[in-house]
């Protein structure tokens, strides 16, 4: 039984766990508010916001997702917002509404809900936002009518009244301002209520055993070894959303065991369950990796980064996968469990990938967490990325590259590729060339050269191979422009 | 006044199709779809699909109790396919189910048997081998043949456009209810509700009065639901009819991507030729139009690339030539611009072509040659109320187009990665549907007691304000609060025999349709206030609601004239009609005067490209434009950001990829890309020409649909400008979209990455620490 408050009312529900959120307000709360464009995450016309209460008990952090992809199962024991929770009293409109509505900003409307849906969550967002961040939180977000310039000017506007928001009590000036209906402000105390419930009735049930997955899904012995594991649901959901409906599954998104982002000694840990989007905004990370913010903008959307894991996207190892590519570079390692055995072991990243869809990992092995050598100061590091769209969009060719220098020589290397060949790759040859040399024209283009021996593209919709070749040349020297703009000049590269 | 429907559509609370409440018993349709591009229809095995839980019943052509023939211009187009299929996604049967899941399992259970014949997607190959869907068009005036032998400068080469999917958010759907008399109402997300009426009629063997069709708005339509709506509206009228319970069918994302039809990408070939004053002396182009495997709507869409195959400029000598060539991709069809936008890229490639071989800017050719008041366009029409120089000069002034020209010549000379490039395109759309009878259109108007207004046309709302344009009408003309008036949703037993909402025609032609019925209904009204009050007629106007005589308050207001009326038995309906006058073409000798007006603006575009990743940004498109005396600002502005960025997707990101099977590749939205936040122009620029407007258009606010499309055109070509820049002297080929892989290419030409003979295929192993 899933148990989640929906806009202001408790819901009990004995549907799938591996069920879409969208169709669940859709068509079995039927709040025909939240549209359906695309499912699979790529317009926002379903966007909703999920609030989870946070470790204070006091404060509900809300963040947008596509409900298309959301499973069902994870808003267990949170608070789903569609617009019908937001709205106002007939003939009146929230101050995001207003704005949307002041600079013409809804032509044909179907894309409408979700741009409002995104700015109030912008607008709950406990960190105070500027333009830069009002507009990220549209990113998501596809219109074919406007062209986008009065949601722009929709979103400034609204962000410059945000500016009035009291740093204290937020939430309370939100409510005063219209911005959300005043139930918001009992949704706290409701969640926790709702947690103690179903931790009490978990506990009753099955004292025995892990108490988040089993009260979420529900399954017996039988069921969790058929189950799917399913994280933020933005690969599974668009792949197959069918199956995931009929079977069992196991709900990892939003564990607290598989979360948080630590340095341990010379280690950086993450939780499997981390998502991209608390990569953006980790102050851990930030610290040793300054452009981190940079690179993650590039990948997909600020809903998709919402829920989507950093374990998911290294599993459902896409040759292209953006953080992959990015951990790849990192010198990544995994732990894994098997959770029927109890056993636990670790596995460098790069050992992950036998072939195209093809994993060194035995089936009932979970991800557990993720960890990596802390980069020094020195260190240089860079992720690059080129796709059609350079926004919310799957990579032609992405690359990453850490590089140690020391007196004037290249002591380590890690390069990483990716839609370059039937996994993400790691440029061992290329790497090795480079060490102990010293950064000039020569070398660099010594290991630009020696990469195209390295890889294997294929033409398919993301370009041909000749343009594959000639891009990752230029990401690769791209690393290196950036590392050494004294030294390097792109006309002696290219 | 705001636009009425974006108060409701950010609440949610405006019903699209999928949003109407399900009746009970209502049956779900999914459709079965030819899985090869071209071959004879063998079988269709169901047998097993039947047994399945759910599936109620299975539909072919065979079920059809009427013509199985949805063909609008020409009759080649099957519901159902019969005898063989001529594209992959072509629909051959239909499952009927009681859940919209069990509907889609049931479909990998039909097996389709075809034996594969050759498969044509090349327009060109089609053309050779006389795959021609209707005979070829040419467009001429004076004689390129002897004006050759005048000009001072001729160039020549080939021009490409790809084609472009609508991606309305909102895809294809249709709900079907069965009538007590063996009809059938359907609700459709269509911009051509008599389309869907006539044709479903015609499938069922019926009477057009037993097949009422009604639309409340769409969640964009951009052209892919004017012709092609039909289908689905069909395809549930079919289902319904037969099991007499409601049918819905509404298309997921990929079957709508892979079904139906989009933009017509165009190979061209085109000549042109300049005296010594580089004024433009003839012009040659033949088109090949890559029609896809039946007509739809593309012979109409192959006359408009002719009639707007010069764009902007006065060519006293030109020939051109279009093919409507049958390939076996889905039906093209009708998109913002409906063939002009594919027309001007010619011209303007041919523009471009010319300049960089004489060494001149283009924008030199460009402006040297505008249409001037008066000029005669191939087709005869002379232009009156020409605003070409007018729209150049002001944007040239207004946004300083020399001081750009210099900003990106000196940011050029100081940048190694990053070139800037620029562009000015100038367009000249005319406004009004080409096949002349089309232009007619009728508004009933009810005056309830209350002094409330309906108003009921056959335009359908797909977000171009259209329903906020008619309700302005009403409300200016008969003197009241727009508040009053309620635009009705469009239905064809209110308004028959409509003519599809396009062509960027519709607020003209059911504006002035309510316009006709709102004066008419005035005149009543104040005719009777004249009787009643002893006033002169003359001079009786309402004004605010209230009724002045010669501009004094009279002592009755709107609602008691209107009350008054009633208790008169004086008619407060008014059914109005409205024919555009003047307007004519002959498609024989291809000459006559086919346009109510033309509608003139220019754009500037700049652009940065990033010369080592092959990606670019827009940094400004800057429109001087002709909007006639706008009735709502703020619509019409939102109508040139909305179809230049539009256009901008046609001409970059938007790429259509089908293998040689005829199997599109770019079938979903993580493969397919339009333009997002990110990628508009930061800063776009809409200067409103002070312009007098033309009597034709309403209330001289002049139609804005489909014109800026084409300023996205420029972006093609600032793209190409700054590649240009990296690159000096570099010959490329006109080639649209200018992806970034095109980009790149482009910059590094001589790199050959060729595969090496040898490729470790193991995966690597560690090297770092």
Redesign the interface.
């Given at each position: 039984m899933l148990q989640f408050y929906l806009n202001d009312q408790l819901i009990r529900t004995s549907q799938p766990a591996g069920s879409t959120l969208l169709d669940f307000v859709r068509y079995h709360r039927?709040l025909?508010?939240?549209?359906?464009?695309?499912?699979?995450g790529?317009?926002g016309?379903c966007t909703v916001l999920v609030g989870e209460l946070q470790p204070d008990g006091q404060t509900v952090s809300y963040q947008s997702m596509t409900s298309c992809l959301t499973p069902l199962g994870n808003a267990h024991g949170r608070h789903v917002v569609?617009?019908?929770g937001i709205?106002a009293a007939r003939g009146t409109?929230t101050p995001?509404?207003q704005a949307?509505?002041?600079e013409?900003?809804?032509?044909?409307?179907?894309?409408?809900?979700g741009f409002?849906m995104s700015l109030t969550g912008h607008s709950l967002n406990p960190k105070p936002g500027t333009p830069e961040t009002a507009?990220a939180s549209?990113?998501g977000?596809?219109?074919?009518?406007?062209?986008?310039?009065?949601?722009?000017r929709a979103t400034l506007a609204l962000q410059q009244q945000l500016t009035n928001r009291p740093t204290e009590q937020p939430l309370a000036w939100l409510a005063e301002q219209g911005f959300v209906p005043t139930y918001f402000q009992g949704i706290p105390a409701k969640l926790t209520a709702l947690r103690a419930a179903t931790e009490a009735s978990a506990v009753s049930a099955q004292p025995a055993q892990n108490s988040h997955s089993v009260t979420v899904t529900g399954l017996d012995a039988a069921s969790a070894a058929r189950a799917q594991v399913l994280g933020g649901g933005t690969d599974l959901l668009?792949q197959r959303p069918?199956q995931l409906?009929e079977m069992p599954v196991q709900l990892l998104y939003g564990q607290p065991e598989r979360r948080g982002i630590r340095r341990e000694g010379h280690q950086i840990v993450l939780g499997a369950a981390t998502t991209a989007q608390e990569l953006l905004e980790s102050e851990v990370l930030q610290e040793m990796l300054p452009h981190l913010p940079e690179y993650l903008k590039l990948v997909s959307s600020t809903p998709i980064r919402n829920m989507g894991t950093v374990a998911g996207n290294f599993i459902n190892a896409s040759p292209i996968g953006d953080l992959t590519i990015l951990f790849l570079a990192l010198?990544a390692s995994l732990t894994l469990e098997d959770p029927g055995l109890g056993q636990r072991r670790e596995l460098?990243l790069?050992?992950l990938?036998?072939?195209y869809k093809q994993l060194a990992k035995m089936a009932d092995e979970q991800v557990l967490s993720i960890h990596f050598?802390a980069p020094l100061i020195t260190d240089y590091f860079n992720f690059?990325k080129?796709?059609?769209?350079?926004?919310?969009?799957?990579a032609?060719v992405n690359s990453a590259a850490?590089l140690r220098v020391q007196g004037g020589l290249v002591q380590?290397?890690?390069l990483s590729a990716g839609g370059v060949g039937p996994?993400p790759?790691?440029?061992?040859?290329t790497?090795?060339f480079l060490v102990g040399r010293e950064i000039s024209a020569e070398t660099v283009r010594g290991a630009l050269e020696l990469a195209?021996?390295?890889?294997?593209p294929i033409s398919?919709?993301?370009?041909?191979?000749?343009?594959k070749?000639?891009?990752l040349?230029?990401?690769l020297?791209?690393h290196f422009?950036q590392f050494f703009p004294a030294q390097l000049?792109?006309?002696d590269l290219? | 006044m705001?636009?009425l429907?974006?108060?409701?559509?950010?609440?949610?609370?405006?019903?699209?199709l999928?949003?109407i409440?399900v009746q009970q018993g209502t049956l779900y349709a999914a459709v079965v779809e030819s899985p090869v591009a071209h071959g004879k229809l063998l079988s269709i095995d169901f047998e097993a699909a039947l047994q399945l839980p759910g599936v109620v019943r299975i539909l072919t052509a065979e079920d059809i109790p009427g013509e199985n023939q949805i063909g609008g211009i020409v009759p080649d187009e099957p519901l159902l396919a019969e005898g063989h299929v001529h594209f992959r996604g072509q629909p051959v049967a239909l499952v009927l189910a009681e859940t919209e899941?069990q509907a889609?399992?049931a479909l990998g259970h039909v097996r389709v048997e075809v034996s594969p014949l050759p498969i044509i997607t090349d327009p060109r190959l089609a053309a050779a081998q006389n795959e021609l869907i209707v005979p070829p068009r040419t467009f001429q005036i004076g004689d390129t043949q002897t004006a050759w032998a005048q000009c001072a400068h001729v160039f020549a080469g080939v021009a490409e456009s790809g084609g472009q999917e609508?991606?309305?958010?909102?895809?294809q759907g249709a709900y079907a209810f069965p009538t007590e008399m063996g009809g059938v109402r359907v609700v459709s997300s269509t911009q051509g509700p008599t389309a869907v009426q006539r044709h479903t009629a015609r499938v069922l063997g019926v009477g057009m009065h037993q097949v009422e069709v009604d639309v409340t708005?769409?969640?964009?339509?951009?052209g892919g639901k004017e012709d092609q709506a039909t289908t689905w509206g069909a395809l549930a009228a079919l289902g319904a009819s037969i099991t007499r319970k409601p049918v819905k069918l509404v298309l997921?994302?990929m079957a709508d991507l892979r079904m139906t039809g989009k933009r017509h990408p165009y190979s061209s070939d085109f000549k042109i030729g300049f005296d010594e004053n580089l004024k433009l002396v003839a012009y040659e182009a033949t088109f090949y139009q890559n029609a896809g495997a039946a007509a739809d709507l593309s012979p109409a869409v192959l006359e408009r690339t002719l009639f707007h195959a010069t764009n902007s400029y006065f060519i006293p000598n030109v020939t051109a030539t279009a093919y409507s060539c049958r390939t076996n991709l889905p039906p093209n069809t009708a998109f913002r611009g409906f063939g002009g936008p594919q027309g001007m890229f010619v011209i303007e490639s041919a523009l471009v072509c010319a300049a960089e071989q004489l060494g001149v800017p283009v924008a030199e050719l460009q402006r040297r040659n505008l249409l001037r008041e008066g000029d005669v366009l191939p087709y005869r029409q002379p232009t009156e109320g020409c605003h070409a120089e007018q729209a150049w000069d002001t944007a040239a002034s207004r946004y300083n187009l020399p001081g750009l020209r210099a900003e990106v010549d000196d940011f050029n000379a100081q940048n190694?990665?990053f070139k800037k490039g620029l562009s000015v395109m100038p367009i000249c759309f005319g406004i009004s549907f080409t096949k002349t009878p089309m232009n007619q259109a009728r508004a009933l108007v009810h005056i309830y007691t209350d002094g409330s207004v309906g108003v009921s046309t056959g335009a359908v709302e797909?977000?171009?304000?259209v329903n906020t344009k008619i309700m302005l009408v009403a409300a200016r003309t008969l003197g009241i609060s727009p508040e009053r008036v309620k635009v009705e949703s469009t239905n064809t037993t209110r308004v028959a025999n409509t003519s599809p909402s396009a062509a960027s025609a519709t607020a003209d032609l059911n504006g002035k349709a309510t316009e006709l019925a709102c004066l008419a209904l005035r005149e009543r009204l104040l005719r009777l206030a004249a009787t009643e009050l002893q006033l002169e007629y003359e001079g009786l106007t309402i004004e605010g609601e209230q009724v002045l005589a010669a501009g004094t308050p009279a002592d009755t207001t709107w609602e008691k004239l209107v009350s008054a009326a009633y208790w008169q038995r004086v008619s407060l309906t008014e059914n109005a009609h409205y024919a555009t006058p003047g307007i004519h073409f002959d498609g024989q000798t291809n000459q006559g005067h086919p346009f109510a007006y033309h509608v003139y603006g220019t754009a500037i575009t700049t652009v940065t490209v990033d010369?080592?990743?092959?990606?670019y940004?827009f940094d400004a498109v800057q429109i001087a434009h002709d909007f006639g005396q706008s009735l709502h600002p703020?619509?019409d502005?939102?109508q040139i950001?909305?179809?230049?960025?539009?256009g901008i997707g046609w001409m970059t990101?938007e790429?259509l990829?089908f293998n040689e099977e005829g199997r599109l590749?770019?079938n979903?939205?993580?493969?397919y890309?339009?333009?997002?936040?990110?990628?508009?122009p930061k800063t776009?620029d809409v200067h409103f020409l002070d312009t007098p407007g033309h009597p034709n258009a309403i209330m001289r606010s002049k139609a804005v649909g489909e014109p800026p499309l084409m300023y996205g055109i420029g972006a093609y070509f600032a793209v190409r400008d700054a590649i240009r820049s990296f690159r000096p002297g570099a010959t490329l080929p006109f080639s649209a979209p200018i992806?970034?892989?095109k980009v790149?290419?482009s910059l590094?030409p001589d790199?050959l990455?060729t595969?090496?003979a040898c490729?470790?295929?193991t995966?690597?192993?560690?090297?770092?620490?």
């Open positions: 039927h025909t508010g939240t549209k359906i464009g695309c499912r699979e790529d317009c016309a569609t617009v019908e709205n409109l995001v509404q949307i509505v002041a013409g900003g809804s032509q044909c409307g179907f894309c409408t809900v409002v507009l549209i990113d977000n596809i219109c074919r009518c406007t062209g986008y310039k009065s949601l722009e668009v069918e409906r010198g460098p790069q050992d990938y036998l072939g050598p690059e080129v796709s059609k769209r350079t926004h919310l969009d799957i032609s850490w380590a290397v890690r996994v790759l790691m440029l061992p040859r790497a090795e195209q021996e390295e890889i294997s398919d919709v993301r370009g041909t191979v000749q343009y070749r000639l891009l040349r230029q990401l020297a791209a422009l000049q792109l006309t290219l | 705001n636009h429907d974006p108060a409701r559509h950010v609440r949610g609370e405006s019903q699209y999928d949003d409440p899941h889609h399992a609508h991606l309305y958010i909102e895809t708005r769409l969640g964009g339509g951009f997921d994302r190694q990665q797909m977000g171009q304000g010369c080592l990743r092959g990606t940004a703020q619509i502005r939102g950001e909305g179809g230049l960025v539009q990101l790429e990829v590749l770019s979903s939205l993580n493969s890309k339009i333009p997002d936040l990110y990628s508009a776009i992806t970034p892989e790149l290419l590094y790199v990455l595969t090496p490729v470790s295929t995966v690597p192993t560690s090297v770092a620490p």
